[in-house]
Nanobody, 123 residues
Framework: QVQLVESGGGLVQAGGSLRLSCAAS????????MAWFRQAPGKEREFVAF????????YHADSVKGRFTISRDIANYMVYLQMNSLKPEDTAVYYC????????????????WGQGTQVTVSS
């Protein structure tokens, strides 16, 4: 139904910035809520940010609020995560997800996932 491919990850020093992109393909992209999650080695997948179908409503986890910003370009099937003031604890594989069912905070509520992109923040 929907395929998601993340890009933009890399190695950055603490305090630096990165912008992640998620390219979507398939049908009815505009009808899906979207989110970013991340997963560090040995840890559970963690909610990062959410954006609704129209792009008019967003929510960011407390751990990234004020530093990260989620956005989307519906016409071009793109979702972005602008990451500023990066910290070493932001190091993780970042995943794009689509189609929330109930609670947008829970990874299990999303039907579609990308392959992930690695973000490493050095101190």
């Amino acid at each position: 139904q929907v395929q998601l491919v993340e890009s933009g990850g890399g190695l950055v020093q603490a305090g630096g910035s990165l912008r992640l992109s998620c390219a979507a393909s398939g049908r009815t992209f505009s009808s899906y809520d979207m989110a970013w999650f991340r997963q560090a080695p040995g840890k559970e997948r963690e909610f990062v940010a959410f954006i609704n179908r129209s792009g008019g409503s967003t929510y960011h986890a407390d751990s990234v609020k004020g530093r990260f910003t989620i956005s989307r370009d519906i016409a071009n099937y793109m979702v972005y995560l602008q990451m500023n003031s990066l910290k070493p604890e932001d190091t993780a594989v970042y995943y794009c997800a689509a189609d929330v069912r109930r609670s947008f905070l829970n990874a299990r509520e999303y039907a579609y996932w990308g392959q992930g992109t690695q973000v490493t923040v050095s101190s």
